[in-house]
């Protein structure tokens, strides 16, 4: 079927062109479709929002309560100017969404950052066959291969079980939105969970929209800490290095981060423990999701994205770079600790 090109790239972000909308844009414009919360696919300025239900009260948080957002389920279509719309799972944190467009019966899907296997919490990755297929990269080398979630789970169970018999308090650092979510998950039952407050308030927005997450109390710094001893808490990451996480006395400390399986040693050298856990798919889960679609072209965008491509053409699929300025979650920690 011949493309009748109906996107490109802009100074402002990615630009349906009948449909009028931006994906994800990074400078404000009148209509952004947003495939889900992190910062550097949701920012402030736009005029109009539209994202998954569950993405709603985050957007609401991080940017603030007065804008304007229309929200869709799973599977949903709107017709925006004559472009089918629809979003389906991305399965990389809760309300993640693969962006679906289709215009005169031709599809292209915006990834998004996804994640393939099922963690448990966010809705399952799943697959949609396209003619074209925009893929992030961010663990796009041969190097990254996760365990599957509930073989991190049990390691870092037995973990906090140790620390329990030795007396110590499990601090586990990951960013507020996605990453201290699962770990809540992964944990469950190991002890009572205290969580920052960047963390509670993005937990109160994920419940107040029926997402049932584990049982856990919000920490207050300006408090005494005690009552937490030879329990868990779960920190963003802005405070590795903090004031705050010194007041929690007998600690243990185990990084979350799917960096961790290759340079966890060089950026956290002061941690007791690592866990190579990420959002994103792995080398593999790139690979077998782009071969899945049946694409006929695939844009790679945010990662290691010059690898990936390379790959992907050696392999037969015409893939070419597709330069973006998503970054990573890190970017927004910051801010969500500063709200």
Known sequence: MKNPTFIRLTDKGIYCIPGKFYIDP??????????????????????????????????????????????????????????KVSMFPAGHIIGSAQIRMEYKGYVIVFSGDYKTDDDGLSTPFELVKCNEFITESTFGLPIYHWLKPQEYAKLMQTWVQQNKENGKTSVFIGYSLGKAQRIMKSIEGSGKIFVHRSIGKLNEGMESVGINLPEYETLDFQESVKHADGEIVILPPALFDSNIIKKIPNRATAICSGWMQVRGSRRWRSADAGFAISDHADWTGLIETVKATEAEKVYVTHGQTAVFSKYLNEIGINAVELKTIFGDEETNEKELIEN
């Not at 009148?30 to 919360?37: C, F, N, P, R």
């Not at 402030?44 to 009260?57: D, N, Q, V």
């Open 26 to 83: 990074w400078k404000p414009v009148d209509l952004a479709v947003i495939s889900h919360g992190h910062g550097d696919h949701a920012r402030w300025g736009m005029k109009k929002y539209l994202c998954h239900h569950f993405t709603k009260p985050i957007l609401k948080h991080r940017i603030g309560p007065d804008i304007e957002i229309q929200t869709i389920g799973y599977g949903e279509e709107l017709n925006i100017n004559g472009v």
